[in-house]
Structures are given as structure tokens and as C-alpha cells.
């Protein structure tokens, strides 16, 4: 048969991400995520004062601008090796698993669910309570979510004062400390959080919920009222039912940092693991855990829109140049980061593999990597964040009268490096930057959605998501909502709406 290429066009407003996929037939033969605007915030870093980082990193994402302020202070009190107060960490920590727990509810919902709703489903006899529950805009569920995952960021403004793009965290702690009617209004709004969670998105306790250890006792909870008809039940048995348990595979290796940072161990010298949940690569294989280890993160550029330089370099001797080179083989304004030689698949299903979810360890052994059972992930991410801030609210009323920020000396920023990390709503975000002479030398940032959505490396090989479509076999190419489901389910972070464009025809879904 002829071959022929789609070109799906992945964007918010900017259009900033293209996917193109090469089809013999119906099946996809090869793969290329086009990312098609360089933003160069590594580049406005240069030559700036240290701190500069702590307003202009929340600035590239207005989803994620917690994440990115975290991960910005956390380099430079790396970089400075100064102690941070246990309040500090603990309202950090909250902060940042509110914004999580809204960009997942949202994600799955308002994103994720709607493709339910594409005309190829209509014979499915779920379609009708699927329609109910997840159509935009109206769906029950649909409209609950936008409620709930409203309030939910109520917490980041009561200690950052507005979010998005707050600028409360400073190297040595925060800008204020908590209250006691911090502490009663952020139990309240948690509380509300699982109240929602409990009575509609899973119809159960979260305590019976975060107690399923094993697939067996899943799907026998899942068969039950009101299990089976709560929205996780919902999504569970409509992906299911068409299949998204069988495709988009990808990488078979899950890398995490590490979630949420101890209050007691994040302090000098930082040279040990100091998270509350554990991070590492998990291998899909044979369920190995390695620690993490940040030197083994590189970025190649060989099919990239950068200056040229052989294999992976690490981000403390990488570079940000750009250099389009069109009618070549590169393709992308994206890096390729590799962990190692390894591509790696970073998220919600990543992160509670390395931490520990027995669950989720069990489907995957089972099943393998998919796309019902990555979405499902970020879900059951939420059950395990609203119950570490309930667990940090405890926390943090006892430390209401300790400290919130010790000041840095006054040459603390004058040379050196530093790095952080955080678990984001999309995975692994870390952030690397040098200073020499009191000016930033060179900043270095690599997102979650840079590691699932890379170009091919110098070696050859295709990023998680190239790998997660290569092989797919296309109901109708007209129509190939199939890869909406699998881009969609690793919540790419710059889609409201998911074009697909193929024979001069444009397709919208989830909008």
C-alpha cells in the first residue's frame, strides 16, 4: 500500500507541538514529535542575578509555575548549601500537591474523557452515561471537576498570594509562615477536595481505595456499587472497552525523582535522597528499582534545531543555541533527554511505580505500559496527594511558631552549582543552572513533557511517544482517534484541543 504521513497538530492557541505519523495502510510505520516554537528561557537566564530564576522559571507554564518556583529555589539552596526550616517544606510541599491535584482532575475530565464522545463510540453501551458524565462543558462529572479543582488552588494564593505565578518561596524558606487560620482554611479546602473525591470520583473511602494492593482486588472492586459507576469506574470500563488497555505502550523504563521533599532531610549537605516517596527507574521488565541519579540525566540535540555537538551532554555542559536547520533530518525544537542511554517514560503511572503502589505494579506486570492504564494513574496519583496533605496539614501545625525563612548570607549566590528537582503534575522537572562572578553562567531546564515527548537521539531511537504510536494499527486514518487517546494520556502540557490533518482535512476532538 502507498505511504502516506498525518500531521497532527497538538496546541493550546500557539499551536507550539506537531506530531507526524508515517502510515503503510492503516498501521503506523514511524513517528516524529515536532515541538515548532523555541521559547529560549534557558537563553533570557544568562547574565542574570541568581534569584532572577525565582520569577522568570514560574513563567513557563501556566499550569505548572508552582513546580517550576520549587524547583528554582531548590537549585540555588543547593548551590549555596543553605538549611531550610521544616515549615518552609511542608507549605512548599502543599502547595505544589495543590496544583497537581487540579492539573490531573482537569486533565482527566475536561481532556482526557471527552474523546469518549467521538461518533465511533456511539454503539457502545456505555456511551449514553459517558455522555452524561464527561460531555464538555456539561457533563456531570465535567462540571463537579471545574468546581472542585477551582477551590483546590485556593491553597497555593493563601500562602503565595495569587496562582498562577506565584514568587513565595525564596532560597531559605518562604515569605511568610502559616497561621492557625491558614491551617483552617487549607484543611477545609482539602477537606472538600476528598469529600468530592470520595463521592465522585471513586464511591468509596479513600482509605479502602489506597488499601487495593493487587488487580484482583481491583477488578472486583471495580464490579461493585457505587465503584463501578463513580467517574474512575466509568473511565475504567469505557477505555477498556475500546481497547486503551491494549495500545501506547512507549518506553519500558519509568524514571522519577522522587515525591515530595522530607522537611527533615531537605537540609545541607544534600548528598542523600531527601524525599518522602522514592524515586528511581523502574524497569517494565522485571520491576528492578534503580536509585536516582541526577548525573545520569543528557540531552542530545542530533535531530534537534540546536547547535550541533556529539551524543548527550549533561545539563551542567549542555547548551541552549538554536540553529534551524530546515530540509534536514532534524525536526523539532525539543531536546532528547535520556537517562543514560535509556528512553524513559516520566508521570503519574512513573512515580507511583518507584514509590511503591502495589496496585499499579500488579496492572503493569499484567498488561504492560498503556493508555487506559496511564490516565488511570493519574487518578489514583490524586487519592495518594490528598492523603499526604491531610498527613502535611498535621504536620505543619505543629511547626506554627518555628521559623519560615532563614536569610541567606550576602555572598551565598556568588559562584557555584546547583540543581533540583520536583514531581510535577506531568513528572519529572528538574532544573540545573552554574554561577560564576555573582551572574548566571548557564540555566538548564528539562520538563516532564520534554523527556515523554523527545525526537530520536544520536543513537536512533525514538522518544516515549514516537515509540508509544510506532506499530499502531489505525481503525480509520480519516479518523485516527486512537492516537488522540495515547498523546492525551500522558497529558501533554500545551493541549486544549488535539487537530488531526491528513488529506487536507482537519479534525477537532475534546473541545
Not at 537549585?75 to 510541599?93: H, I, K, S, W
Not at 497561621?179 to 482554611?185: E, F, G, N
Request: with cysteine.
Amino acid at each position: 500500500m502507498a505511504r502516506t504521513t498525518l500531521n497532527i497538530d497538538l496546541n493550546r492557541v500557539e499551536g507550539d507541538l506537531e506530531f507526524q505519523v508515517d502510515l503503510d495502510g492503516n498501521r503506523v510505520v514511524d513517528a516524529r514529535c515536532v515541538g515548532t516554537l523555541f521559547r529560549g528561557f534557558e537563553q533570557l537566564l544568562i547574565d542574570r542575578a541568581p534569584k532572577d530564576g525565582l520569577v522568570i522559571t514560574p513563567r513557563v507554564c501556566g499550569i505548572c509555575g508552582t513546580a517550576h518556583l520549587y524547583t528554582a529555589a531548590l537549585a540555588l539552596e543547593r548551590l549555596a548549601r543553605l538549611p531550610v526550616p521544616p515549615q518552609a517544606t511542608l507549605v512548599r510541599n502543599l502547595c505544589l500537591m495543590a496544583e497537581n491535584v487540579q492539573s490531573d482532575l482537569r486533565q482527566s475530565f475536561l481532556f482526557f474523557t471527552p474523546d469518549f464522545l467521538n461518533p465511533r463510540y456511539a454503539a457502545q453501551p456505555l456511551y449514553a452515561e459517558a455522555e452524561a458524565a464527561f460531555a464538555p462543558l456539561k457533563g456531570r462529572v465535567v462540571r463537579s471537576t471545574l468546581a472542585t479543582s477551582r477551590k483546590i488552588v485556593e491553597l497555593v494564593a493563601i500562602f503565595g498570594g495569587q496562582w498562577p505565578h506565584s514568587s513565595y518561596m525564596l532560597p531559605g524558606g518562604i515569605t511568610r509562615g502559616a497561621t492557625a487560620r491558614d491551617l483552617i482554611d487549607c484543611n477545609d479546602l482539602v477537606d472538600q477536595a476528598i469529600d468530592w473525591y470520595e463521592r465522585e470520583a471513586i464511591g468509596d473511602s479513600l482509605d479502602n481505595w489506597l488499601a487495593l494492593d493487587g488487580a484482583d482486588a481491583f477488578f472486583t472492586w471495580l464490579d461493585a456499587a457505587p465503584h463501578a459507576t463513580s467517574a474512575i469506574g466509568l473511565l475504567t470500563r469505557f477505555a477498556r472497552a475500546i481497547g486503551l488497555h491494549t495500545i501506547g505502550g512507549g518506553a519500558r523504563h519509568f524514571l522519577s525523582a522522587g515525591a515530595w521533599h522530607d522537611p527533615a532531610r531537605w537540609q545541607p549537605p544534600y548528598d542523600a535522597p531527601a524525599t518522602l516517596l522514592a524515586g528511581g527507574l523502574y524497569s517494565a521488565d522485571d520491576g528492578r528499582l534503580d536509585p536516582f541519579d541526577q548525573f545520569q540525566v543528557n540531552e542530545h540535540v542530533r535531530h534537534a534545531w540546536y547547535r550541533p555537538y556529539p551524543g548527550g551532554r549533561h545539563p551542567f555542559i549542555g547548551e541552549t543555541v538554536p540553529d534551524y536547520q530546515p530540509d534536514t533530518d532534524r525536526y523539532t525544537w525539543a531536546k532528547a533527554p535520556r537517562y543514560g542511554d535509556k528512553v524513559v517514560e516520566t508521570g503519574p503511572l512513573a512515580e507511583l511505580l518507584t514509590s511503591g503502589d502495589r496496585l499499579l505494579a500488579d496492572l503493569l506486570g499484567r498488561e504492560g505500559p498503556n493508555a487506559w492504564l496511564r490516565q488511570f494513574a493519574r487518578l489514583r496519583r490524586t487519592g495518594h496527594t490528598l492523603y499526604w496533605m491531610k498527613h502535611h496539614l498535621t504536620e505543619l501545625a505543629r511547626q506554627l511558631d518555628t521559623p519560615h525563612y532563614l536569610p541567606p548570607p550576602a555572598d551565598a549566590f556568588s559562584h557555584g552549582e546547583g540543581y533540583g528537582f520536583v514531581q510535577a503534575a506531568r513528572g519529572t522537572l528538574g532544573h540545573w543552572l552554574q554561577v560564576e562572578d555573582g551572574r548566571i553562567s548557564r540555566y538548564q531546564i528539562v520538563t516532564p513533557t520534554a523527556w515523554n515527548a523527545s525526537p530520536k537521539d544520536s543513537a536512533g531511537q525514538h522518544g516515549h511517544w514516537e515509540q508509544s504510536v510506532i506499530g499502531l494499527e489505525l481503525a480509520d486514518p480519516s479518523d485516527p482517534v486512537e492516537i488522540g487517546h495515547i498523546v492525551r494520556s500522558h497529558d501533554p502540557c500545551l493541549v486544549c484541543t488535539v487537530h488531526f490533518v491528513g488529506s487536507g482535512k482537519r479534525h477537532r476532538y475534546g473541545v
